[in-house]
């Protein structure tokens, strides 16, 4: 059977190869049609998941889409996109315009098949994937465990919603500085990080899993807080009637289609998020058109299920609209932004979150990276309560840990956040000033 499974996506991708070759890909880059924007249009052959793509490197790159127009009705995709940079402005920068001319047009190696879209292979590190009930405190007691077991952290991204938690963690031998393989130590490192996503809750709802080869980090937290059901709306939610994304699903009749309509406040890689879920869920787009206008954003796409139906029910209704919502709402950017910079070492991301903890700060969503040598980190904070963050407060962490290394973007001032509690919004739990999380009783608590 597996065998026949193999010959089967071998013969697919043979296939695509073939089509690629009759037909290949173009892609025309234009500065001066449009005043505001560069428009980088896409023409190739159809195939399922190559919008995402498409999307996927325009976003990796930090390209801003502000339009796009989308056609893939039949066995020919033909996509307009216009772009700017993080600054509002065109794309001038020849590296930046020939990668992707490079990426999308003829020399592009689009790996073939779905189950390899976003995927980069890599032994320089070990990807630890977490996903359970958020609590205070949690990605604190996980880095805390990592450091007793001598793993570095050198690249991270958390993202919390609904009261459910999910991280990609990347780590190194402490030693060797290379990915970790042993099977005993592997299997270690998984059975202490399950129980301390357990907690006191034993019965608990938690996952552990530990792979050599990371896929598109973004993409698969998506994937992995939909498999964990974060989109099931709970009590507390009904809360934020009035932030939440308006998502309409309708059918069109006549032409067999389901339209999606996405009205909500725009974004970076808002596009990426609904695309990626859409796909996800087996939906493929069939035309599409986006536009920006200020600060909203309004997406239309018109989608059919791998099947070939529109949506069906009023079932399937509901939880497309609730899918895409959760997609929108995991990574919304509310809170001070606070970016960390300095020489990487072994424990600096459970020592600054215990700062930020003793300071009463809570983390919204986190971005951990390591450039040459150097930790590059990224955090999204406000008070624990749900008051503004106090300049002071922010003035006391920047002391500990350095004014050069902790800047601040944008300030405390701005933050209007009303008195509330949150149930999305403990991971790195800014409600307790115990330091006894950074001691190892802890680590054999959970052995």
């Given at each position: ?36 924007a ?9 195939k ?31 996509d ?52 359970g ?10 880095s ?13 991204e ?48 938690a ?33 934020d009637d ?23 406040k ?6 990426f ?25 309004y997406?239309?796409?018109y ?5 070939g139906s ?7 209704r ?14 919304v950017?509310?809170?001070l ?9 072994v ?6 979150t ?47 840990i ?8 944008g ?30 009783s ?6």
């Amino acid at each position: 059977m597996e065998m026949n499974m193999s010959f089967s996506h071998d013969m697919d991708d043979e296939y695509e190869k073939l089509i690629r070759r009759m037909n290949p890909p173009r892609v025309v880059i234009d500065n001066e049609s449009c005043k505001n924007a560069t428009v980088i249009r896409v023409d190739s052959a159809n195939k399922h998941g190559i919008l995402l793509e498409v999307v996927q490197i325009l976003t990796d790159l930090n390209l801003i889409i502000t339009k796009a127009y989308i056609s893939s009705d039949g066995n020919w995709f033909m996509d307009v996109f216009n772009v700017t940079d993080q600054d509002g402005n065109k794309i001038t920068d020849e590296g930046i315009l020939d990668y992707i001319t490079k990426s999308l047009g003829p020399e592009s190696c689009f790996i073939s098949s779905m189950r390899s879209v976003g995927v980069k292979q890599s032994m320089d590190h070990t990807a630890i994937e977490l996903t359970g009930t958020d609590r205070p405190g949690l990605l604190s007691e996980v880095s805390a465990v990592l450091r007793h077991l001598k793993c570095n952290v050198v690249g991270a991204e958390v993202w919390t919603h609904n009261t459910r938690a999910a991280a990609v963690m990347q780590v190194t031998d402490e030693e060797t500085g290379t990915a970790i393989t042993d099977p005993e130590r592997l299997s270690r490192i998984k059975t202490l990080l399950s129980n301390v996503l357990k907690g006191s809750n034993k019965s608990g709802l938690a996952k552990t899993a530990v792979s050599h080869s990371a896929t598109h980090t973004e993409r698969r937290l998506h994937q992995m807080m939909f498999a964990d059901r974060d989109y099931e709306r709970t009590a507390d939610d009904a809360l934020d009637d009035r932030q939440r994304p308006n998502v309409d699903v309708v059918n069109w009749y006549d032409k067999d289609y389901s339209v999606v309509t996405i009205k909500c406040k725009d974004r970076p890689k808002l596009l990426f998020d609904t695309v990626c879920t859409l796909t996800d869920m087996d939906y493929i787009v069939f035309h599409a058109k986006i536009d920006t206008e200020g600060s909203d954003s309004y997406q239309e796409f018109y989608i059919r299920h791998v099947d070939g139906s529109p949506v069906k029910s009023d079932a399937e209704r509901q939880r497309v609209t609730q899918c895409l919502e959760a997609a929108i709402k995991r990574r919304v950017s509310e809170g001070l932004k606070l970016e960390l910079c300095t020489t990487d070492r072994v424990g600096l991301l459970s020592d600054v979150t215990r700062i930020f903890r003793e300071n009463s700060l809570t983390v919204i969503r986190a971005e951990v990276a390591t450039k040459s040598g150097k930790a590059v980190n990224t955090f999204y904070v406000r008070d624990a309560s749900g008051y503004p963050v106090q300049p002071k407060t922010i003035d006391s962490i920047r002391q500990v840990i350095g004014q050069t290394i902790l800047k601040v973007k944008g300030s405390p001032e701005d933050l209007k956040s009303n008195p509330q509690e949150s149930p999305t919004r403990f991971l790195f739990g800014g409600l307790f000033k115990s330091r006894s999380f950074v001691n190892f009783s802890l680590v054999r608590s959970y052995s």
